[in-house]
Every structure is written in C-alpha cells, then in structure tokens.
T-cell receptor
C-alpha cells in the first residue's frame, strides 16, 4: 500500500524567506502527484498537479518538482508571505486511489 | 476553475440521529467522487469512492451500513451518517474528479463539520 510522508511536520519562517516542503512516497507507480493548501477548518485548494511524466510545475511563487524514481516531490515557495500560512498536503494518485501525506503546517512570521 | 460545494457546512445533531451531507460539482460532471474524513491536526482519510450509478467502494475499516453513500447523478453524491455517535464527530470532505483530459484534477469541497452530542 502506498505511504506518503511529509517532512517537516511544522515549519516557521520569517516573511520573505524561500522555503522547501518535502513529500516522499513508497510506491513509484503513480499517475500523478498533487499539492494542496488547507486553511484551518476549511477544505483543500489545489496548488499544483504534476503528471507522472513531468518533472516540475510552476505557478507564480510556487514550484513543485517530482522525482518518481526516488519517490520524492518538493514544493518550493519563493519570497514567503504571511498569507502563505496554512497546512500544505501532498497527495499521490495510484490508479483511482489518492493517498495523502500528513501535511506540513507552515507559519510565515511578519 | 471547477467548483465543488458541500451542504451543510456544519451540523450539530443528537446521538442516534442520521445526518445527510451533500456534495455537488457545480460546473462539471463528475463520474467519480470521493469522501474523506479528517480528524483535528491529521491528514485526510479516504472513506469511500463513489461512482455514478453504481455502489460505492468502501475502504477497509469503514462501515458501509453506517456511512451510506449515494451517487445518483453526475453532479451529486450524498453521504448519510446513520445512527450517529459522538465518535463520528469529524470534518467530512468530498472531492470530485473533473475528468478533463488536460488535468484530471481532484477538486475538493469546503468540508462539513459534524458534531454529535
């Protein structure tokens, strides 16, 4: 069974810093990998979707990379802002199943 | 972008009653919808996969007689928590596959907070 792990579990950075969130998965036979943002008590907002054939995706200050063979993905956030504070979840899709990581709680300090 | 709604956004009920949660894809058809459960400070746990016109597929450990799922149309799936108990209190989130060839992205609803007294 696919297992998805995210490190670190929590991260606190001063505003303006660049940061990297990590996601690892045990089974490289994935269809795609998706990064989400979740604000407290809210649903999930999709940030980036990387197909298994792709290496990275970019959207604004966000860049996600995928190394399927090593079972790793990173989410890079440039010039962090207080509004980036949230929990970030990665999820891998294997067939029609989605497996979520445990999340990284990010706090950006003004 | 694709929008998924959930209703109600929060509900408080007495132990022993049943609660129905609706999940709707507002601007696209979703042949597949998913129901998740999330406990505080934990990740999402997939409960079941709902396919339009067929029976839902439940994950191991999820009681199908307690969590009734109906996916009657391409835009609506419902989750009914029957004979709810305090331990069923949780945040329930649905998602829908857009099915668009270019993205095939999973879109999430805003969640429903269930509190069972």
């Amino acid at each position: 069974k696919q297992e998805v792990t995210q490190i670190p579990a929590a991260l606190s950075v001063p505003e303006g810093e660049n940061l990297v969130l990590n996601c690892s998965f045990t089974d490289s036979a994935i269809y795609n990998l998706q990064w989400f943002r979740q604000d407290p008590g809210k649903g999930l907002t999709s940030l980036l979707l990387i197909q298994s054939s792709q290496r990275e995706q970019t959207s604004g200050r966000l860049n996600a990379s995928l190394d399927k063979s090593s079972g790793r993905s990173t989410l890079y956030i440039a010039a962090s802002q207080p509004g980036d504070s949230a929990t970030y979840l990665c999820a891998v899709r294997s067939g029609n199943q989605f497996y979520f990581g445990t999340g990284t709680s990010l706090t950006v300090i003004p | 972008g694709a929008v998924v709604s959930q209703h109600p956004s929060w509900v408080i009920c007495k132990s022993g009653t049943s609660v129905k949660i609706e999940c709707r894809s507002l601007d696209f058809q979703a042949t597949t919808m998913f129901w998740y459960r999330q406990f505080p400070k934990q990740s999402l746990m997939l409960m079941a996969t709902s396919n339009e016109g067929s029976k839902a597929t439940y994950e191991q450990g999820v009681e199908k007689d307690k969590f009734l799922i109906n996916h009657a149309s391409l835009t609506l799936s419902t989750l009914t928590v029957t004979s709810a108990h305090p331990e069923d209190s949780s945040f329930y989130i649905c998602s829908a596959l857009s099915g668009l060839p270019s993205t095939d992205t999973q879109y999430f609803g805003p969640g429903t907070r269930l509190t069972v007294l």
